[in-house]
């Protein structure tokens, strides 16, 4: 992989020397970030859409602040400190499992349930950061909250790949009965889906996706970059086909925008807050588009 993505910045460098693309197209990391951008835009676009349908969204975000005690649990058991993916995996899988687990156990509303989770997680991870600041500088704990696209390397592009193929062997096959047991259980179970398989595997794929953006978009952003692309598509769809290709649009969209815009016109704006604003942006004019033509105002998706 390595080799192709020299080939890719190779050309792309050569083309932003002769004036083709914009002048950041020199620079190694624009070329590594907007890979990624391409990448993460049509795989949170697609997840997105299941997690509003679902109503997932505050799900997504607890995994993604639940990272922080995997990162901690890592550099404890000597992970590296800039990437240590296993702990953060194998953290956030379990987190996420049991929380669903959880939820099929109780009566407990599903907020109140994350809620509670978070709560733990977030305690052990503040427990855990006395013994980390041991051995690092605690201040690079900032990068899993607010991520850096621009610091993306190739192991987090290989793993970002990775994860792109494994939801695309997994995910597309079983899309339409996770679609159908998150809108009607009962009928998805009379049709012989596996409604509670199909929640787990949905569960393992929202908490991969997310962890694997930690370092690009940043815990506290990841949820807003899967839930307001999404929320953006379903203001100008008028069928699921129709959101689901627009919330991938626009977040890809959103990623690429909020990468190369600051750097081209120089302004000093964090990229995954960048990121965030552009797809803020393409919500409030969605919304503004919906609320003035007729067809999409009577629309209800």
Known sequence: MTTLYEFLRDHLQALARSGVLPQPFQYEFVIN?????????????????????????????????????????????????????VSMFVFCLLFGLALRYTQYRTTLSNDTLIGVFLSISLALGASLLLFVSAKINTHVMESVLFGSILAVDHKDMNILLAITVLCALVGLPLYNGMLLSSLNPSLAHARGVRVRTHEYLFVVLVTVVTVACLKIVGAVLVEALLLIPAAAARNVSRSLNELVARSIAFATVSCVVGILVPMQFYIPVPTGGAIVLVAASIFILTAAVRASVGRFRAANL
Do not use: D, W
């Open 33 to 85: 970030a907007l890979l990624s951008a391409l990448l993460i835009g049509p795989l949170l676009g697609v997840l997105g859409s299941m997690v509003m349908i679902k109503r997932m969204a505050f799900f997504s975000q607890a995994v993604g602040n639940a990272a922080l005690t995997g990162v901690a649990i890592g550099i404890l058991v000597g992970e590296s400190y800039t990437s240590p993916y």
